[in-house]
């Protein structure tokens, strides 16, 4: 699957989307593990891992965000060549990104 294709979810999007079911702010009547399995049981899907190189690249990229989940997502969208989508306000800020037109926060 190309990166312009479609949507490719990243595993550390998946990790984030769990914790985010876990702190109660993605409602789910299930539990996270079971709501994942819930989700691919529906939709099957390719998942994008976290690979050694993006894993460098999270640390040795210029960032103005400490947050290590969003590095991994920015480094991802930047060696797929794709662009990035995010309500964060700060990953828009970085001049090395491709974005979605009108991607930031409140913008969805």
């Keep these: 699957m190309e990166a312009e294709d479609a949507s490719i979810p990243l595993a550390i999007s998946l990790w984030e989307a769990?914790?985010?079911?876990?702190?109660g702010k993605i409602a789910s009547a299930s539990s996270p593990t079971e709501t994942f399995r819930q989700w691919l049981a529906f939709s099957p899907i390719q998942v994008i891992?976290?690979?050694?190189?993006?894993?460098v690249l999270s640390r040795s990229l210029n960032f103005?965000?400490?947050d290590p989940a969003y590095r991994y997502i920015a480094v991802t969208a930047f060696q797929l060549k794709a662009?990035?989508?995010t309500v964060d306000d700060l990953l828009p800020q970085l001049d090395w990104i491709d974005k979605l037109d009108g991607a930031g926060p409140n913008r969805f």
């Design 64 to 66: 103005v965000h400490a």
């Design 49 to 55: 891992p976290v690979t050694q190189e993006i894993a």
């Design 83 to 85: 662009k990035l989508v």
């Design 18 to 23: 769990h914790l985010l079911i876990e702190r």
